[in-house]
């Protein structure tokens, strides 16, 4: 039994039944009904019959002994009539009862009539006094049982001589109405069981061929649409199953379709870098793709059917949204979301959201990320700065000693020797920045790049060298702890020019005396160098720049020192163009380590 919701909606709870307890019950019922009224018609027709035959035969005794009574009743003689009565009435198995016309019983053939009362007021006695004769069905009071009564008036020229009156029993009636009746039940039995059996074939005739018609539409409801559905010998029947396998084909053929074509959809939005998302006209999320749930991080299942205000919290984009709902023209704006790992910059462009009939239905939204291009624009307009600066410097300082060498300075020995020093320092410093700038063009385009086995100990020992004179200088040592068995496939010139740079810089940034320290290990497929000095150490708001070009921590004592901000990040590409990484660890006044992480 299944309970649910009304058609209405109104929540009204339907009872619901199968059709075979719907039929067959019915069915029995009216067979039920139809039997007791046959039989119940019957009885009476038969019950009528027999009363009408007990009047019959009441009609022929009073024939036969009307005559008697009223011969006797006119000589007077009355006193052998009881006698008689009894003595008639025992043969004919009938009551005869005569009354005088004051309603006095004076024979009678089962009672004394002396102790019987007066019968004027007795229904048949009165018919028969107004009418003639009486005809009545009662209730005897002397005999305790039912009675049909039939009582004539005796005349003599219009006198009343009084009245004569025959009676039988009913219970003859009853008795052959009960035997009538047995067989009726019997029969009725009988039929009905022979109609239930029959309704019983027919209903389930009906209801089998319906049950697996419901079956089968379950299983339709349940997307088993292949299936086919047996056609009943029942025309209505068979032709409701062959057009529900019509209908499951078709219903087949269209949702294939129309997951075919959604699932492509699914794919081409699932695939796109871009993020779409989608909103009816009352700003509630109807689509979103994986690109646009993972830029505003949120589930798309969660996100299904919610207004927008409620999953992204992002104002520029709630006002977007609004005003192409509003303006139904396309907008364009930027938005910047700040997540775990950073600002993001998305360019979003919308638009309305039409159906088939050109109805605007809500806004549309496309998200570019367009943070990778804006750091990069950053970062060229940094660079033209730095670089600009950086060359402006020694160029401006060439230039102001040239002119004022040619002014007259170069009369003056001890001043244009001097000044040429200056002019050919900042030219060497101008050539490095030169030379750094086209060797880190050449490592990110990865020009000439050619990797061959080396080990990786000969490349550490090759680039301390490179370093010992400046090392000497600040009476530094250098040492190197790396096993000799470390071997990869690199390219030895630029990972030598990679630790020269790194250990150069330790040299530089620490005090005189203090130790550097190199390191090599293996760890899994990669191997881990690391160059460790007790130098100043970098503060922590600095850690994620040095590595760009031309970023110096103390711009003034790099300058000093001879640095062209461009050493890490000739460092980094190195790095890079091994497939490795480059990583930094420092505090202020604790030195600092740079570990070098490449594949082997």
Known sequence: MIYGPDRNGSGNIMKHRRIFWQIFPSYILITFLSVVAIAWYGSESQRALYQEQVVDGLQARLGLIENYIRDRLISGDTTGLDTWCKEQGRKAATRLTVVLPSGQVIADSHDNPAVMDNHSARPEIRLALDSGQGLVSRYSLTEKKQFMYLAKALRRDGDLLGIVRVSLPLTIVDRA????GERMVYSGLVVAL???LLGLWISRRISFPLER?????????????????????VDEIGGLAEAMNQMAGQLNQRINTITEERREKDAILASMAEGVMAVDMGEKIIGINAAAARFFDIQPEKAYRRILQEVVRNVALQQLVSKIIRSKN????????????GRRVLQALGSILKDAQGEAIGAVVVFND???IRELENLRRDFVANASHELRTPITSIKG???TLLDGAMAN????????KIIDRHAGRLNSIVEDLLNLSRIEQGVDITFENC????ILENAVQSCEISARAKKMTINIECPPDISGRVNPVLLELAFVNLIDNAIKYSDEGAPVIITGRKSGPEAEFAVIDKGKGIGEEHLDRIFERFYRVDKARSREQGGTGLGLAIVKHIVLAHKGRVEVKSNPGQGSTFFIRIPL
């Open 194 to 196: 022979i109609a239930s």
């Open 413 to 420: 020995p001890d001043d244009l020797q001097r000044f040429l």
């Open 177 to 180: 109405m009960s035997a009538i």
């Open 455 to 458: 080990r990786m100990k000969e």
């Open 401 to 403: 000693f040239v002119e």
């Open 330 to 341: 396309s907008e364009e704006v930027e938005i910047t979301l700040d997540t775990g790992n």
């Open 213 to 233: 018609l419901r079956l089968g539409a379950g299983k339709f409801a349940q997307g088993e649409l292949n299936q086919k559905l047996e056609v009943s010998d």
């Open 370 to 372: 367009v943070t990778k």
